[in-house]
């Protein structure tokens, strides 16, 4: 039998074995509690932010702002597509500010273009006289006017840019034959568009340029679309010659015309001119 020294001194030794091996444990314990936190925390930051398509990361709030944006843009766009000219230009009186909050989600709209239709005709300027006259119907941020050197008459509804003049385009203040260039680069918006370019065929002189770009599925017969062939045939009875289109970009179509240098044979006769279908975006 242990005396009772012995088995004081053994109990003593088992308490001391017992104290090292808890200390072990409290200490695993906070280290996995802190790697839920941690994986917490990563998920809470990585939900925080949102990648925009370009490499920049957009907050919820911010991306939440964009999606109003977005949807501001496309509710005034299509009240620009279902108006005539003259409705929408009181439509922007009554709140200039919807301008450019059009202006803006157009132009996010066509950062996802591979080609812009006014690059084009920029281009086409460039290879032509620069001291030819340009009116450019519906010029938006006046973008044409910026990357030439002609001079350019740039015409819109409304602008905060004091070179833009800001009007009906069916009614503008130029002069009868005063330009040797119209423009209208996806700005045959309104309900009334024909009179857009009886005002262009008015302001144009003898053997003038009229070049238009449109959406191309605005001409897609096969997606509720106008067959180009009817488009084209009013623009000719109106006075004006077609010397080259362009179907090679997916995203638009290009048309160019000159003006016939005789006058219309019968004024009265009345032009056939098609529905165009409104370009209406959809949401991304």
């Known amino acids: 039998m ?12 088992n308490s001391n074995s017992d104290s090292h091996d808890h200390p072990k444990k409290l200490v695993s314990a906070p280290q996995k ?31 939440a702002k964009a999606r109003l ?10 009240k620009l597509y279902t108006c005539s000219g003259e409705e929408a230009l009181n439509y922007f009186k009554e ?28 281009q086409w300027l460039k290879e032509h006289d620069p001291y030819l006259i340009v009116a450019d119907f519906g010029c938006g941020d006046a973008r044409l006017a910026k990357n030439v050197k002609n001079k350019v008459f740039s015409i ?22 005063s330009v040797d260039v119209a423009v209208f680069c996806l700005s045959l918006m309104g309900t009334n568009f024909p009179s857009y370019l009886t005002e262009a065929h008015r302001v144009l002189n003898s053997s003038g340029w009229l070049l238009i770009a449109e959406v191309r599925s605005r ?3 096969n997606n509720g679309g106008t067959a180009p062939d009817g488009f084209l045939k009013a623009v000719c009875d109106l006075g004006f010659t077609l010397t080259s289109k362009d179907y090679s970009n997916k995203m638009f179509l290009l048309f160019f015309f000159k003006k016939k ?24």
């Open 33 to 63: 509690s802190s790697s839920v936190d941690n994986s917490n925390s990563k998920r809470r930051k990585t939900n925080a932010v949102v990648p925009d398509g370009g490499g920049k990361q957009l907050s919820f709030l911010e991306k």
């Open 95 to 122: 709140d200039p500010s919807l301008f450019n909050m059009y202006h803006t989600g157009y132009q996010e709209q066509m950062s996802h273009w591979p080609e812009t239709p006014v690059n084009v005709i920029i």
């Open 156 to 177: 819109d509804l409304v602008s905060n840019d004091p070179s833009v003049i800001a009007c009906d385009m069916s009614n503008t203040p130029l002069a009868s034959s």
């Open 261 to 284: 240098q005789e006058k219309r044979k019968s004024k009265n006769k009345e032009i056939e001119w098609p529905t165009l279908k409104p370009c209406l975006y959809k949401r991304r």
């Open 219 to 221: 001409f897609d017969p």
């Open 69 to 78: 944006s977005g949807g501001h843009f496309r509710m005034i766009n299509e």
């Open 2 to 13: 242990e005396s009772g020294k012995r088995k004081r001194n053994r109990k003593k030794k």
